[in-house]
């Protein structure tokens, strides 16, 4: 089993990365192989999947986004295939934070993932999560707000333009109220 590989990454595609260690060029899948640069240095942490018809690598710039993976992945129904496209579309935090929060509705932002999906990941990842989400409140509340201000009929510029006159201390339901009377003036 590996735990990461230090290399240089030689090439990128849309979905992995090549990690040369020792003169072996290894086949990452990662979340974001964009965020690696071509001639660089990385220490990458590495899931290895085997199976009978697979042999796979699957590689994270942190032991979080690693931790995090591995957790999605144990869920029924959710496979590497899904998992990782949760991770390039959101924040570690992000998505831990909207697990303990029961967010279904984050959850099925994510590419292929369903009310059954994100309702299986809540119950059974919910309180099993040892990721800090402190700092997170304000996005995620921000990203709730948009939504049920898209919910009410209202176009991206005209939520955009009420944004930053909003009070971002308030909860979640008192900023929804002063959303509507920022758009209905």
Do not use: W
């Not at 990458?44 to 992945?73: A, C, Q």
């Not at 590497?80 to 390039?88: N, V, Y």
């Amino acid at each position: 089993m590996y735990n990461y590989i230090i290399g240089k990454v030689t090439d990128i595609t849309g979905s992995y990365i090549v990690l040369d260690n020792n003169g072996i060029g290894y086949q990452v899948f990662t979340a974001n192989p964009y965020a690696f640069n071509i001639d660089q240095d990385y220490k990458v942490y590495i899931y290895h999947l085997v199976r009978e018809d697979e042999e796979s690598l699957y590689g994270f710039k942190t032991e979080e986004e690693k931790e995090l993976f591995l957790k999605l992945i144990s869920v029924k129904g959710l496979g590497c295939k899904m998992a990782l496209p949760m991770l390039a579309t959101g924040s570690v935090s992000g998505i831990a934070d909207a697990i303990e929060r029961e967010n279904i509705l984050y959850l099925k932002k994510f590419p292929k993932i369903g009310d059954k999906v994100a309702k299986q990941i809540v119950l059974d990842l919910k309180g099993k999560l040892n990721i800090d989400t402190s700092g997170l409140e304000n996005d995620n509340t921000m990203d709730e707000l948009i939504e049920v201000l898209k919910g009410l009929g209202y176009k991206d510029k005209e939520i955009k333009g009420i944004i930053p006159k909003l009070d971002k201390s308030l909860s979640i339901e008192d900023q929804v109220k002063e959303s509507l009377k920022l758009l209905l003036k």
